[in-house]
């Protein structure tokens, strides 16, 4: 298979950040009372994933080890800005919508780690694929809890999917869905990951394990102190 393509096939299908991961929950449980959100936040994460992407591959020998993960925001919540500003002037009632979930694109952890995982180890143009492979499977996660929201909450009257339950409910259904295809992926030879972070406790695969492990040791120095 074709690098690139495994990319694209990697983000979409085998690493799927919303069913197969479980990363980014916040805004897959937040905003998606409709389809546009979910596209709008999709899309958003994806422009700043590819953009972020880029420049980090691009600069990976330049960034010191010791401060990577500042430099890594600083991208971020650059590119994030620009992105709010474009929304609020060009889409101003979708970019209400979504509210503060916008400028917590920064802190998403989806983005943090293809940058430690995979940008700052890898050429640009595979990390460009990456970016976009990733981005797309969010914002197909995303746009799908939305659509299957909207059709019973809003259309259907089911009032509770409309709600916060609602989106619990849709991704469990969503995600067992998704298991039953991983089993049957395993079955034929062709393994899907497995979900990991800090929603499953599967600190030793984390690619911020470290970040949190330093933060949690300062922690508690200080409570000692």
Avoid: H, W
Avoid at 67 to 79: C, E, F, H, N, Q
């Amino acid at each position: 298979m074709n690098k690139y393509v495994e990319r694209l096939y990697n983000g979409i299908i085998k690493e799927n950040p919303t069913f197969v991961l479980m990363l980014g929950m916040c805004p897959t449980l937040a905003v998606t009372s409709s389809a546009i959100n979910g596209i709008g936040m999709g899309l958003s994460t994806t422009v700043v994933l590819v953009m972020s992407n880029l420049l980090i591959s691009m600069f990976r020998k330049v960034i010191p080890n010791g401060v990577r993960m500042p430099a890594y925001i600083v991208v971020v919540a650059s590119l994030v800005t620009i992105v709010q500003f474009v929304m609020q002037a060009y889409t101003p009632s979708l970019s209400a919508s979504l509210g503060v979930y916008i400028p917590l694109i920064v802190v998403n952890c989806i983005i943090l780690g293809r940058a430690e995982s995979y940008a700052s180890k890898n050429p640009i143009m595979p990390s460009i694929f990456d970016g976009i492979g990733m981005g797309l499977g969010f914002t197909v996660g995303l746009t799908l809890i939305g659509l299957i929201r909207q059709i019973l909450g809003a259309n259907l009257g089911i009032t509770v999917f409309i709600m916060a339950p609602g989106a619990f409910l849709v991704l469990a259904f969503l995600v067992a869905g998704m298991n039953i295809v991983r089993d049957k992926m395993e079955k034929k030879g062709k393994p899907l990951a497995a979900p990991s972070g800090c929603l499953t406790g599967d600190c030793a695969s984390c690619t911020q394990s470290a970040m949190c492990t330093g933060k949690l040791s300062s922690s508690a120095k200080s409570s000692q102190e």
